[in-house]
């Protein structure tokens, strides 16, 4: 009986060590010491998702080797994390934290240091943006990771609003995707849009060109960004996420 327990002890180890091995994500966490103590929960949340998580403070570089790496902060965060966070954003999401208050970026970039690497860059205009930017973002970031199978996914491109508009005036056929709210589609739109939220895109991807480039916009960047990824990520082969929120563009 003994000897019978002993077995069915050393089999559900066995089977839990491999669950909790195979399901484990190594993540590096790079935040300035304020913006870190205000989304401390972060942490518990990740681990909660079986990923193992590892805080990097000022000057230690040694996340460079992690597959995973969240940046907390923006290019105006204190100690080493602006310096980051500017030389992985684009310009003009940079220059939007910058300029734009109350603008949030939620940002992924391939490949930085090692291969297969992504790194997210999650940030405000200001800290209490940047918290904000991070409770907003917090489902889909758990999602690119935990969901991450290691495979090459098709990656979106990135359009501003003068790219957008010389694009739209050289007569070239688009499928132009807004997933903002239907209120805010009828308060206006770009030309020809056609209004598809973000809840709604997975329900209708039959209805969506695969011979046209497509261009999804938002209110803000990061909602434009993560649903272009989604649609990348369906085999969609030429997407364009507008970088500059809906405002920015009919003011530009």
């Known amino acids: ?36 103590n205000l989304n401390s929960n972060i942490i518990s949340i990740l681990q909660s998702r079986g990923m193992v998580i590892t805080y990097f403070g000022k000057t230690d570089t040694n996340y460079k080797s992690y597959p995973y790496i969240i940046i907390i902060g923006g290019p ?73 199978t290691g495979s090459q996914a098709v990656s979106y491109k990135l359009i501003n609003s003068s790219q957008l508009k010389q694009l739209i005036a050289s007569g070239e056929s688009l499928f132009i995707i807004d997933v903002r709210s239907p209120d805010e589609y009828k308060a206006g739109h770009i030309y020809g849009a ?8 997975g329900s209708v991807l039959s209805s969506i060109p695969r011979d046209k480039k497509i261009i999804v916009y938002c209110s803000t960047s ?31």
């Open 1 to 36: 009986m003994k000897k019978t327990l002993g077995l069915v002890f050393i089999a559900l180890m066995f089977v839990f060590c491999l669950g909790t091995v195979s399901g484990q994500k190594n993540v590096a966490l790079v935040a300035n010491t304020i913006d870190y």
């Open 76 to 148: 105006n965060a204190p100690e080493h994390t602006g310096t980051l966070a500017f030389q992985i954003l684009p310009s003009n999401e940079t220059n939007n934290l910058k300029s734009i208050k109350g603008y949030e970026v939620f940002y992924e970039k391939r490949d930085q240091w090692i291969s297969k690497q992504k790194v997210f860059v999650v940030a405000g205009s200001d800290r209490d943006y940047t918290r904000s930017a991070v409770q907003n973002n917090l489902v889909t970031l758990i999602d690119r990771i935990v969901e991450d």
């Open 194 to 201: 056609v209004n598809i939220t973000g809840i709604e895109l």
């Open 222 to 252: 990061q909602a434009a960004i993560s649903n272009a990824q989604f649609l990348a990520n369906k085999g969609f082969n030429n997407v364009y996420a507008l970088t500059d929120p809906y405002l920015v563009y009919i003011n530009s």
